[in-house]
């Protein structure tokens, strides 16, 4: 027959094991959005995505469409290669005892590029890295190998892609373009506009000698904007003529704005040469 003592402290234990499992149990309930949040995130981390070859044998992401997957080994380093100009804030490691992250550069002044030279102590470890820049926040997940390894890794930015687009599709064009009395090769369309306005013009380019501004067919007949180059801080009215929708302008620009309306109807675009 057991003892009364042991039966109570059986019992004791129980309840103890018992109400541990209940507090560990409700720990890990997660409500609907919670569940759905971390589904949400699971699948962005889980997608393979699309991983292109670059030069010298760089495994190259498209930045933004999922989480990227940099595998490293112990003895190596993974070199994680950011964009040209763009500077770091914070370097984030979930682990940051095995896994180590130091800075380097390459590239002229100006124009340098950051290098994250990622190194983990051990295989089979699985972490993740948050980097914030002047330009974009990365995820990246880190993995570690015993043996294998991604020894340079980039990324390929939508932006650049949508840009090298529209130049292309420019030049395609080019030959139909007005006023423009050279080849098409030697046109510079490397001008970016901002800004919200009806007539907001479809492209922007330079011969050389003059600039051409040149609006939507919805302009045709309507008063132009009048144009300002900015020069010195100040903004100054400088000599252009109108021919249906496209403005001409006697020199090239740096630094334009086009302004409409005055008070809060005013709708006003700006122009820049080079981004």
């Known amino acids: ?19 541990t499992w209940a507090m560990h149990s409700w720990a890990q309930e997660m409500n609907a959005n919670e569940a759905k949040g971390t589904s949400i ?17 760089k495994v190259v992401f498209l930045y933004g469409e999922v989480q990227p997957s940099v595998v490293c ?9 950011l964009q ?11 682990d940051t005892v095995r896994w180590k992250v130091e800075p380097a550069t390459s590239g002229a002044v100006g124009g340098q590029a ?19 820049t002047s330009r974009r926040t990365y995820h990246v997940q880190l993995k570690s190998h015993q043996t294998q390894y991604m020894a340079r890794v980039g990324f390929e930015y939508p932006e650049e892609v949508n840009q090298k687009l529209a130049e292309i599709t420019a030049r395609i064009e080019a030959s139909a373009i007005p006023g423009a009395g050279v080849p098409a090769e030697n046109l510079n369309f490397g001008y970016r506009t ?15 000698t003059k600039t051409y501004i040149q609006f939507p067919s919805s302009f045709a007949g309507q008063d132009a904007p009048v144009l300002f180059v ?19 302008v006697d020199y090239m620009v740096d630094r334009a704005v086009l302004v409409s309306g005055v008070g809060w109807k005013q709708e006003k675009i700006t122009i820049k040469r080079g981004g």
């Open 1 to 19: 027959m057991i003892p009364s003592s042991v039966r109570a402290g059986a019992c004791v234990g129980m309840l103890a094991v018992s109400s």
């Open 41 to 57: 995130s699971g699948k962005w981390r889980g997608s393979p995505g699309l991983v292109t070859k670059g030069a010298d044998g």
């Open 73 to 81: 080994s112990p003895l190596q380093v993974c070199d994680i290669e």
């Open 84 to 94: 040209a100009g763009e500077v770091v804030r914070d370097v984030l490691v979930g």
């Open 114 to 132: 950051v290098h994250l030279i990622v190194k983990p102590s051990e295989p089979d470890l699985v972490s993740s890295m948050v980097v914030t």
């Open 194 to 208: 901002s800004g919200q306005a009806r007539w907001k013009p479809t492209r922007v380019y330079s011969d050389g």
């Open 230 to 248: 900015v020069s010195g801080g100040d903004n100054r009215i400088v000599n252009y003529r109108v021919k249906g929708t496209m403005m001409i």
